[in-house]
Nanobody, 124 residues
Framework: QVQLVESGGGLVQAGDSLRLSCAAS????????MAWFRQAPGKEREFVAG????????YYADSVKGRFTISRDNAKNTVYLQMNSLKREDTAVYYC?????????????????WGQGTQVTVSS
């Protein structure tokens, strides 16, 4: 059983930056590819970014490409999401998840574990 705990959310202005963290415990972190998803009020959960087990490969949703960066530190059992140039439409609860796929590309089929989420609110 893997536990995932996100942190780093908050209220920021448009154009600001935030870094989210997701700490994993209860499993071998390096065995899992990792993904970030988000869910805005009234909308379905959507894929944001994915990273391979080693961290060498990454993949992003078009909506965040060039602004967000996913990374991981396997020694610290943590995955990060650096979010720059935030926009109002980035407002959502952000979730990290483990993924059985080699590189998460957006499907939830391989998701075994979810974190509880962290709120990001971007005001204009």
């Amino acid at each position: 059983q893997v536990q995932l705990v996100e942190s780093g959310g908050g209220l920021v202005q448009a154009g600001d930056s935030l870094r989210l963290s997701c700490a994993a415990s209860g499993g071998t972190f390096s065995n899992y590819a990792m993904a970030w998803f988000r869910q805005a009020p009234g909308k379905e959960r959507e894929f944001v970014a994915g990273i391979s087990r080693s961290g060498v490969s990454t993949y992003y949703a078009d909506s965040v490409k060039g602004r967000f960066t996913i990374s991981r530190d396997n020694a610290k059992n943590t995955v990060y999401l650096q979010m720059n140039s935030l926009k109002r439409e980035d407002t959502a609860v952000y979730y990290c998840a483990t993924d059985a796929a080699a590189l998460p590309l957006g499907s939830t089929k391989g998701i075994d574990y979810w974190g509880q989420g962290t709120q990001v609110t971007v005001s204009s």
